[in-house]
């Protein structure tokens, strides 16, 4: 018996049920919040006559299958919203410059809200790809991930459990021969989240074109009502949905930012809609802004790039935080790896091996030969390679990963060589940074070759990628790499994404400030301004801590590095560096408390750790206490007060799955000690209406906790210091 059809046979009364719960819009609440419990949330796939049904309890895509296929409800489990108003198809191509819907039923009356009774009444568009059958299965692994166990507390699964869906699609009378679409879906266990993609196959007896693709269309509910405005002025509007895709580049580091393949477009056919000019952006499409251009010889398939689809269930900034890092640590669990790091600036043998040395001393867990240090990815010489495989070698030895850095795209290499402007063809005056070599060029494909060797050769595990491809076209018909415009920049994107998903099979640990997260990078910068790090000391501590304060409502703590200058970093002189470090010790430990204390990593960038015992045995101590508590540190964080100079400011760490429920953490910038009666939100600890809290003394106390999730403490935090407590069960 198939897959498919244990699951209709098993189910076959419930599911009837619930599609038909599902699409009359009549719904129960999950039992339990998923972001504290979501062990009941378990994905499946549900058939009844004319549907199917994705669902785990938090949300279910049903899709009609006649006359043909198509989504005709999008459901939020928890707040009851349906978030589809109207049937669209489930893609679209172009094949040899042709435009087709694939799926989809027409005949709406209205766009505003979705009856069932109009759905029974709604016809297949005979141009469209139609349905001709679907498949049921399990999730399956995006790429290969060699674990750093050693760098994480959690773990992760992978790939995540859940259920698979793919529909096949075969072309309307008079399409293009051969051609064949499948749409593929991916719900996940315990949490509202749903991939999607298309494939799209020639078994037809010449090769086609697909120009381009649009893998989503929803027809979604309007983020908020508005007579008058334009399509910009809904931007400051909560959507009730967080769409993501692979297809992210741009260099903003930040999420929704980054997202070339997603866009909220008015919808022509939406005239009922209460905007006078009908300027509501309520479309989704996700496909790419150019291109592809993918030429499809016959017998082969294209892949498109997957959209991730989370749905919110409130309009509460943390809340929405919590569901996006819950779905990062989900779909990208790479990003739990947070070793700590230290910047080495002088890549020479005797200095990288003391590098490794102090890091092993104290407990640091991976060195980077930094910019500027001396380090050569791309030397070849046999005998400079020999060098860094037995310093490699050695730092393996000490338990340390060692890589080092190489600068991308924000450089030019000359005019062969860099994208092309469409405009003047001639490079310049567009790139994202200014000029980029394309990676299609004839340098582009040896620098990858250079970098897969440089890896495989001497088993260094670390790269700091900067300026990694931000998304620029190229007009150049003479690279190698694309055949003009229309394919520049999906051939350029597939080939930064696919060595990095090579690096994340190898355990390469990626730093990369771009948002290639979901194609295997593990870290981008938590956000900062690197001037900043030319300021006087004690300016720095506070903007830190705002940093990550700031950082860490989209990002999980181990998602965004920071930076600490033990030596002159772009200026500021003395008054802006740690050395000598046993100098200005009761700064450097503020430093470790500050970033260790929210669970963020700092490259420390300078010759040395340490420059006496004394420093050392700081150091060893705040990273064994790190390490102590890292479950609980690298867990979320619950924000208290922001960071401002005047007052304490603090934070919470929650998970309510692990002994230590949550933690708080508590700065003073002050030079006076202070006692403060704080009120802190407990819900997300999962803890009930009692528990206890263990403060850096040892000593427990216990407290008590609301109908609200709410509790009250009162630290004393010393003068510039940090006080801590854990919170568990009795």
């Known amino acids: 018996m198939s897959l498919a059809q244990h699951e209709e046979k098993t189910l076959h009364h419930a599911t ?13 609440s999950p039992p339990a919040d998923w972001l504290i419990d979501s062990a009941a949330c378990i994905a499946r796939v549900q ?28 459901r939020n489990l928890t707040s009851g919203q349906n978030e589809v108003r109207s049937v669209r198809p489930e893609a679209s191509v172009t094949v040899d410059a042709k435009a087709y819907a694939v799926g989809g039923l027409v005949g709406q009356p209205i766009h505003n809200y979705l009856l069932p009774e109009w759905i029974a009444a709604m016809k297949s568009d005979p141009a469209a790809f139609a349905y001709v059958g679907h498949r049921v299965g399990k999730t399956a692994e995006r790429f290969a991930w060699k674990r750093r166990a050693e760098w994480s507390s959690a773990s992760a699964a992978w790939p995540p459990p859940g259920v698979s869906l793919e529909l096949d699609f075969k072309a309307p009378i008079g399409g293009p021969a051969g051609v064949g679409v499948t749409v593929h879906y991916e719900l996940y266990d315990g949490i509202p989240l749903i991939s999607k993609w298309i494939t799209v196959s020639n078994a037809g007896e010449r090769a086609v074109v697909l120009d381009s693709f649009t893998a989503e269309i929803l027809a979604a509910v309007e983020p908020a009502s508005m ?20 297809y992210s580049f741009g260099g903003s580091m930040d999420t929704g930012v980054d997202a070339p393949g997603v866009r909220w477009k ?25 291109g592809p251009g993918a030429v499809i010889a016959p017998g082969g398939t294209f892949e498109s790039f997957r959209v991730f689809e989370l749905l919110h269930d409130s309009t509460d900034r943390e809340r929405r935080g919590l569901a996006l890092r819950r779905m990062y640590r989900t779909i990208s669990p790479w ?20 590098a490794v040395d102090q890091a092993s001393a104290v407990g640091f867990e991976l060195v980077i030969m930094t910019f500027g240090s001396g380090f050569e990815i791309e030397n070849r010489d046999a005998a400079y390679l020999a060098q860094l495989k037995s310093l490699g070698e050695y730092a393996h030895s000490k338990g340390i990963a060692l890589g080092g850095y190489s600068l991308l795209a924000s450089r030019s290499i000359n005019a062969e060589h860099d994208v092309v402007n469409p405009k003047t063809g001639k490079p310049g005056g567009f790139a994202v940074f200014g000029n980029s070599p394309c990676l299609g060029s004839a340098w582009g494909q040896e620098y ?15 790269l700091e990628h900067d300026g990694s491809y931000p998304g620029d076209v190229c007009a150049s018909e003479k690279h190698p790499g694309h055949a003009g415009l229309a394919d520049s920049q999906w051939t350029q994107w597939r080939q930064i994404s696919d060595f990095y998903k090579w690096c994340r099979g190898r355990g390469v640990y990626l730093n990369v400030p771009d948002w290639y997260y979901l194609a295997g990078a593990s870290k981008c910068a938590m956000g900062y301004r690197e001037t900043n790090w030319s300021l006087p000391r004690e300016q720095q501590e ?9 950082g860490t409502w989209t990002k999980t703590p181990s998602m965004g590095w920071m930076f600490v200058p033990l030596t002159e970093y772009q200026g500021g002189g003395a008054a802006a560096t740690i050395e000598p470090l046993h100098e200005h010790i009761d700064h450097y430990e503020r430093r470790l408390t500050n970033l260790l204390g929210a669970g963020v990593q700092a490259c420390f960038r300078g010759p040395r750790l340490y420059d006496t015992d004394q420093t050392r045995d700081m150091v060893k101590k705040w990273v064994s206490w790190f390490k102590e508590h890292r479950a609980i540190l690298e867990s979320d964080i619950v924000h208290g007060r922001r960071p401002d100079g005047s007052d304490i400011d603090w934070i919470l760490h929650v998970n309510p799955t692990l002994k230590e429920r949550g933690m708080l953490v508590v700065h003073n910038p002050l030079t006076a000690d202070v006692t403060r009666e704080l009120t802190i939100d407990m819900t997300y600890t999962g803890l009930g209406g009692k ?25 004393t935090v010393p003068a510039r210091g940090m006080w801590w407590a854990v919170f568990a069960n009795e």
């Open 47 to 74: 058939t009844a006559k004319d549907e199917i049904v994705l669902t785990n309890g938090l949300v279910a895509r049903t899709i009609r299958l006649t006359p043909n296929a198509a989504t005709v409800a999008m």
């Open 16 to 28: 009837t049920a619930v599609c038909l719960a599902i699409t009359t819009l009549t719904h129960a």
């Open 227 to 246: 007579v008058g405005g334009k399509a910009s002025d809904f931007a400051g509007f909560p959507r009730s949905m967080h769409v993501e895709t692979d």
């Open 266 to 290: 008015l919808d022509p056919l939406y005239a009922t809609q209460i905007n006078y000019e009908r300027q509501t952006p309520c479309l989704l499409e996700c496909s790419p802004p150019v």
């Open 448 to 462: 990858f070759r250079t970098l897969y060797a440089f890896y495989e050769g001497t088993g260094l595990d670390v």
């Open 691 to 715: 528990g206890v809290m263990r403060d850096a003394t040892g000593k427990s106390t216990p407290i008590a906790i609301d109908g609200r999730g709410h509790a009250t403490v009162t630290p």
């Open 542 to 550: 506070i903007i830190e801590r705002q940093n990550i304060y700031d």
């Open 335 to 354: 990003v739990l790896e947070n070793p700590l790091i230290f910047h080495v600036r002088t890549a020479d043998p005797a200095s990288v091996r003391s």
